[in-house]
């Protein structure tokens, strides 16, 4: 992992949860913290890379000067922010865990509670990224995709890898303990057309330098060929 393994190549990654809002002081999120794509970045810019981090709403610092930070809020801004300089890109790795699902309106003013018992949100999909990303891969592009998966994790991650048009896939578990989200501890697989390479728990330093070693690799071959 030479400092300058990387250098003259342009990576995007994403990064953190996304906020769908509802209404002025209320949104859909989740529990990602941004950690894993922070990880990335900085490993992506320790080795010489470009690196352009879109991330979402996180408490996190990127601290190498290779990085260019564009925050975002929503998934709509993230998936325009991703097209916006994807065209330009040696890779783009999706590490964001984006909202399926946003307000089909957001309301202008607070939601009051009134005297029903329910309250009924209409939700609309999201447009997915990545799967929008894959669709305009070029040759020698390169597309890596996370899975994170509570059940039928190998054949849900391989579906993925299809649908999304990825290079490879990271699969995290949520039934092993310290891996996902929120811990500084990770434990993945590696997942492509020809197989599956699993890898010990590890502080997400290390596991990024896991997942750049193999991108690194990547590139090598897909500029040869
Ligand atoms: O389908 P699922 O959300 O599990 O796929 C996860 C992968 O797809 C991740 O790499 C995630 O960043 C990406 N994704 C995306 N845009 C979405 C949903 C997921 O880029 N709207």
Known sequence: SASDELQGKKIV???????EKIDP????????SGK???????????RGAEVTLIAGPVQLEAKHS????????????????????????DAAILCAAVADYRPEKVADRKIKREKE???????????????????TKRKGQLLVGFAL??????????????????????????NDVGAGFRHDT???SIIDRKGRTD????????????????????????TLN
């Open 13 to 19: 990654i994403t990064a953190g949860p996304t906020y």
């Open 25 to 32: 002081v209320r949104f859909i999120g989740n529990y990602s």
């Open 36 to 46: 894993m794509g922070f990880a990335l970045a900085e490993e992506c810019a320790r």
């Open 66 to 89: 290779l990085i260019r930070r564009v925050d975002v809020e929503s998934a709509e801004e993230m998936h325009s922010a991703s097209q916006a300089c994807f065209s330009d890109a």
């Open 117 to 135: 018992e329910e309250l009924t949100l209409h939700l609309q999909a999201t447009k997915d990224i990545a799967a929008s990303l894959g669709a």
């Open 149 to 174: 998966e509570t059940n039928n994790e190998q054949q849900n991650a391989e579906g993925k890898l299809e649908r999304k048009n990825f290079d490879f896939i990271v699969l995290n578990s949520l």
């Open 186 to 188: 990770n434990k993945i």
């Open 199 to 222: 890898y010990p728990l590890k502080p997400k330093t290390e596991v990024a330098q896991d997942i750049i070693d193999r991108l690194s690799d990547e590139l090598k071959l897909s």
